[in-house]
């Protein structure tokens, strides 16, 4: 019986950790982004990128806030949203289809189009950067 239960634990983390864990990290996401541009992302046009609308009525900054440090909200909805920086959330960023899929959206309501690849750098080259 008592076998069982060790088991039975070490079975329930592990399923734990394989639900957390992620397809990518933070880094690697730059780093495809940046193979794909063939450039280096750079976090202060990341940064002015997050805080300017650029034609639209919101920015990245509308939602995530100022400061990505901390929890945003839906400038629509007020849904809360997580922090963007992975300093702050450390599951930000770590699955392939959610950074595609909330990229994708984000940026037709703030650009009405997709980002480039460089676009997406230099914003997770920004948010990558700051620290709590």
């Known amino acids: ?14 399923m734990v950790n394989a639900a957390v864990a992620g397809d990518t990290s933070p880094t ?24 300017q609308t650029h034609g639209k009525e919101w920015s990245c900054a509308s939602c995530h806030g100022n400061s990505p440090l901390n929890t ?15 300093s702050s959330n450390p599951e930000a960023f770590t699955e392939t289809t959610k950074i595609e899929k909330w990229f994708r959206r ?17 914003v997770l080259a920004y948010l990558i950067s700051l620290t709590k």
């Open 72 to 86: 945003g909200k839906h400038a629509s909805t007020n849904k809360a949203i997580p922090p963007l920086a992975p």
């Open 28 to 51: 690697a996401q730059l780093k495809y982004w940046t193979d794909q541009t063939g450039a280096e992302a750079n976090p202060i046009a990341g940064k002015l990128f997050f805080t």
């Open 106 to 122: 984000n940026c037709n309501d703030v650009l009405a189009r997709e980002c480039t690849p460089l676009e997406k750098a230099n």
């Open 1 to 14: 019986m008592k076998y069982s239960f060790s088991l039975i634990l070490i079975i329930g983390i592990g």
